[in-house]
């Protein structure tokens, strides 16, 4: 759960949202992951945080716009490590068709 602006948000993923984040990284997000051991470039972060965040209980996503500024604001207060560990658990959990072996 995040709040921002007394407001609760949730990140969420699908296929859908993750061609988009795609497109706007120009990476591939297995590579990505992989290629940094799961530690995103700034960049590719925010956009995460950006196209995957909902208000807790909505069913649209945000404007990335304002994704964009939720995630800097987070980036600063809570730190790197915090917003990266969350992005990387809704990922584990919304798409583990990623994590499969085999």
Known sequence: MITYGGKNYVLKYNM????LIEGVTNMPTLADLQRTRGLLSLASLKAY???GIKED???VFLNPK????IAESLIE???YPDVCANVLEALERDCPFFFREG
């Open 16 to 19: 859908k949202r993750i061609e």
């Open 49 to 51: 945080v950006a196209y």
């Open 57 to 59: 209980g909505a069913d």
């Open 66 to 69: 304002k994704g964009m500024e």
């Open 77 to 79: 207060s809570n730190g």
